[in-house]
């Protein structure tokens, strides 16, 4: 029988226990008191007993290509080694730390954040080839604005460098492994889907060929890095826009073949995620964050990020939209996880709609064998959340050793998302949800967060 509370290895590095802390946006930046916020945000989850943490997407150039306002860049050696205070901290606990690698590409502030436009008005979004007409259509309409630098085959050689330099770094600093955000529409994703790699050099036009940028990363962090955990998010563009105006995307086999073909290059584990080709709601599943669009205190800020109030407006409703069209569902990601661990031999690690400890023991399967919800073999072997922990830093403690039939084991995250859009605004990441906070604070006035 697996429980969460058994070690598994990833790479040759022993992770104490099956829970991990998925990665999140810390908003933390590069300023002189990143490494503290990083530290405030990371250190509870280790604190509380969490196996594994996951560092949120750190960008590896110092120019371009943040998604979000506050992304962290690790292009520079002298910052990078300064968050061996971090790393240190975390192996105080007994947790292991990886850091997430990542660009944006055509998912960039170059694209959507128009007081970042106005203020970096030559900057370029990388490109794998040139934007999908869908997109286009949308610059065309003023929703958003694409001014992309399509890379040479000679500048794919070079960003995979830097995401081997950036892997250099963060190994000096004490980083236990490396995690490539290889979904949620970043430049991993834009390679490996026939949405946007259009390309007619080594790095596109088969499916193999759009695999080859993973593999050159993968050369270049081993040359750099040796032999230090490695592992990737596997997109299957399963619930993109309806099939009239997406024909061309990744489907569940498609991400079946990438996850098998990723453990014979040589990556030590893989995190399959059910994501759209664009960034929505597919990867933050549930309510519409009618609080956070209300919110007087950021109307100001919103105006600015989405250029004026009818754009604001705009992507509210779409927001909205989409939130029907992504309802929440448990576990989303369980039936992709427990096909792709079918076939490959390495850790499979599945987050995504994980919301209580009875859940997780199915899905690493129960003494019979049998998985949770309704397969015939266990969904995987990590088991991951990622707002759960805006809401409970500490969550580790009420999960770990407490038993599937615990009646304190669910999540007190109501997946309402109102944390997610103030951080268009670079806002941190935590709850603002006033019941779950006072449900939080009785629960820390009984000691449900302290370890026994």
């Given at each position: 029988?697996?429980?969460?509370?058994?070690?598994?290895e990833?790479?040759?590095?022993?992770i104490p226990?099956r829970?991990?802390?998925a990665?999140?946006?810390?908003?933390?930046?590069?300023?002189?008191?990143?490494v503290?916020?990083?530290?405030?945000?990371?250190?509870?989850?280790?604190?509380?007993?969490?196996?594994?943490?996951?560092?949120?997407?750190?960008?590896?150039?110092?120019?371009?290509?943040?998604?979000?306002?506050g992304?962290?860049?690790?292009?520079?050696?002298?910052?990078?080694?300064?968050?061996?205070?971090l790393?240190?901290?975390?192996?105080d606990?007994?947790s292991?730390?990886f850091?997430?690698?990542?660009?944006?590409?055509?998912?960039?502030?170059?694209?959507w954040h128009?007081?970042?436009r106005?203020e970096?008005?030559?900057?370029?979004?990388l490109?794998?080839?040139?934007?999908?007409?869908?997109?286009?259509?949308?610059?065309?309409?003023?929703?958003?604005?694409?001014?992309?630098h399509?890379?040479t085959?000679?500048?794919v050689?070079?960003?995979?460098?830097?995401?081997?330099?950036?892997a250099?770094?963060?190994?000096d600093?004490g980083?236990?492994?490396?995690?490539?955000?290889?979904a949620?529409?970043?430049?991993?994703?834009?390679?490996?889907?026939?949405?946007?790699?259009?390309?007619d050099?080594?790095?596109?036009?088969?499916?193999?060929?759009?695999?080859e940028?993973?593999?050159?990363v993968?050369?270049?962090?081993r040359?750099?890095?040796g032999d230090?955990?490695?592992?990737?998010k596997?997109?299957a563009?399963?619930?993109?826009?309806?099939?009239?105006?997406?024909?061309?995307?990744l489907?569940?086999?498609?991400?079946?073949?990438?996850?098998?073909?990723?453990?014979?290059?040589?990556?030590?584990a893989?995190v399959?995620?059910?994501?759209?080709?664009?960034w929505?709601m597919s990867?933050v599943r549930?309510?519409?964050?009618?609080r956070?669009?209300a919110?007087?205190?950021?109307?100001?800020?919103?105006?600015?990020?989405?250029?004026?109030p009818?754009?604001?407006?705009?992507?509210?409703?779409?927001?909205?939209?989409q939130s029907?069209?992504?309802?929440f569902?448990?576990?989303w990601?369980a039936?992709?996880?427990?096909?792709?661990?079918?076939?490959v031999?390495?850790p499979?690690?599945?987050?995504?709609?994980v919301?209580?400890?009875?859940?997780m023991?199915?899905?690493?399967?129960?003494?019979?064998?049998?998985?949770?919800d309704?397969?015939?073999?266990?969904?995987?072997?990590?088991?991951?959340?990622?707002r759960?922990?805006y809401a409970?830093?500490?969550?580790?403690?009420?999960?770990?050793?407490?038993?599937?039939?615990?009646d304190?084991?669910?999540?007190l995250?109501e997946?309402?998302?109102?944390?997610t859009?103030?951080?268009?605004?670079g806002?941190?990441g935590?709850?603002?949800?006033?019941?779950?906070?006072?449900?939080?604070?009785?629960?820390?006035?009984?000691?449900?967060?302290?370890?026994?």
């Amino acid at each position: 029988m697996v429980t969460l509370e058994d070690p598994i290895e990833i790479g040759g590095t022993t992770i104490p226990n099956r829970l991990y802390r998925a990665p999140l946006l810390e908003c933390a930046g590069n300023g002189p008191d990143a490494v503290d916020a990083l530290i405030d945000d990371l250190e509870p989850a280790a604190a509380s007993g969490v196996g594994l943490l996951c560092q949120g997407a750190t960008i590896v150039r110092g120019d371009g290509g943040c998604a979000a306002p506050g992304m962290t860049r690790v292009h520079d050696p002298e910052f990078v080694s300064r968050l061996s205070r971090l790393t240190d901290r975390i192996h105080d606990h007994g947790s292991r730390i990886f850091l997430q690698l990542e660009h944006g590409g055509l998912r960039s502030m170059e694209t959507w954040h128009a007081e970042y436009r106005r203020e970096h008005p030559d900057l370029e979004q990388l490109a794998v080839s040139e934007p999908p007409w869908q997109l286009q259509s949308l610059d065309r309409l003023g929703f958003l604005e694409y001014d992309p630098h399509v890379l040479t085959t000679a500048e794919v050689y070079d960003l995979a460098a830097d995401f081997g330099r950036s892997a250099e770094y963060a190994v000096d600093a004490g980083y236990d492994g490396i995690h490539l955000s290889g979904a949620n529409m970043g430049i991993v994703q834009q390679f490996l889907s026939p949405f946007y790699n259009r390309r007619d050099d080594e790095f596109g036009g088969s499916p193999e060929a759009r695999l080859e940028f993973l593999a050159l990363v993968h050369e270049e962090i081993r040359e750099r890095a040796g032999d230090v955990p490695l592992m990737t998010k596997v997109p299957a563009e399963t619930p993109a826009p309806p099939s009239p105006l997406v024909r061309r995307k990744l489907s569940l086999e498609d991400g079946i073949e990438i996850a098998r073909r990723l453990e014979e290059i040589g990556y030590d584990a893989v995190v399959p995620v059910q994501t759209s080709v664009v960034w929505d709601m597919s990867i933050v599943r549930g309510e519409y964050p009618e609080r956070a669009w209300a919110n007087e205190g950021l109307q100001a800020e919103y105006d600015a990020a989405f250029g004026g109030p009818t754009h604001k407006r705009l992507v509210s409703v779409a927001n909205r939209v989409q939130s029907l069209q992504y309802d929440f569902e448990p576990a989303w990601n369980a039936d992709f996880c427990r096909r792709v661990r079918e076939r490959v031999s390495i850790p499979v690690l599945a987050e995504g709609g994980v919301r209580e400890r009875a859940r997780m023991d199915r899905l690493l399967g129960d003494s019979s064998g049998e998985s949770s919800d309704g397969g015939e073999s266990p969904a995987c072997d990590m088991v991951g959340m990622a707002r759960p922990f805006y809401a409970e830093p500490r969550l580790g403690a009420r999960l770990l050793e407490t038993g599937s039939e615990d009646d304190g084991s669910r999540v007190l995250c109501e997946s309402c998302n109102n944390c997610t859009v103030p951080q268009v605004t670079g806002a941190p990441g935590i709850c603002r949800t006033p019941d779950v906070l006072r449900k939080r604070g009785e629960l820390e006035r009984n000691g449900a967060y302290e370890r026994t």
